[in-house]
């Protein structure tokens, strides 16, 4: 019965089975990093703020997880995978983007680090299916680099062309994955 089904579909079966496996471990792995850095913002930005915020980035790994258990023999919605994965890096990438972090250089510099850790964790994670990996890290990184950029000193302008950077070999590496 297995010979009738195509090579194609069947490594695109596995790759889907090692994110189902994974599921778990990155739903754990998600609340407790977006609740330490809430955690970490909460003197920053405006509390309403943040908890929505805590809310856009973890409501899509619950989908994940209902959308990967629900479903027999891997028979994923990909389009739905893949969406899930840029709504997670947009809501990821908006704290680059929109809170209000231009008095307090070291909470961009803690932001730094966890945006870019996410990024890089994700690559093992996302890159069994790499659309969703460069729907996950292209807004992640888009929105920090893009906060840096708008600072417009030579440092930040540094760390915007590093973000960049860093995106484009995490992707090149999903792809190899």
């Not at 496996?21 to 909460?42: C, D, E, G, M, N």
């Not at 680090?113 to 992640?140: D, E, H, N, R």
């Not at 417009?152 to 090149?172: K, Q, R, V």
């Amino acid at each position: 019965m297995t010979a009738d089904i195509p090579l194609e579909k069947k490594i695109l079966s596995e790759r889907l089975a090692l994110i189902a496996q994974q599921i778990k471990i990155i739903l754990v792995i998600v609340l407790i990093i977006s609740t330490l850095t809430a955690y970490t913002l909460w003197s920053t930005v405006p509390h309403d703020m943040l908890i929505n915020w805590l809310f856009l980035v973890n409501f899509p790994s619950l989908l994940r997880i209902i959308l990967l258990f629900s479903q027999k023999h891997h028979t994923y919605d990909l389009d739905l995978l893949a969406f899930l994965a840029a709504w997670s890096g947009t809501a990821w990438g908006a704290v680059g983007f929109f809170f209000p972090l231009y008095a307090d250089p070291t909470v961009m510099q803690f932001l730094t680090v966890v945006l870019f850790g996410i990024t890089a964790g994700s690559v093992p994670g996302l890159s069994s299916f790499v659309p969703c990996y460069f729907a996950f890290s292209i807004p992640v990184m888009g929105g920090l680099a893009f906060r840096h950029f708008s600072y417009g000193d030579e440092i930040h302008i540094s760390a915007n062309i590093f973000c960049l950077i860093f995106l484009l070999i995490n992707m090149a590496f999903s792809l190899v994955i």
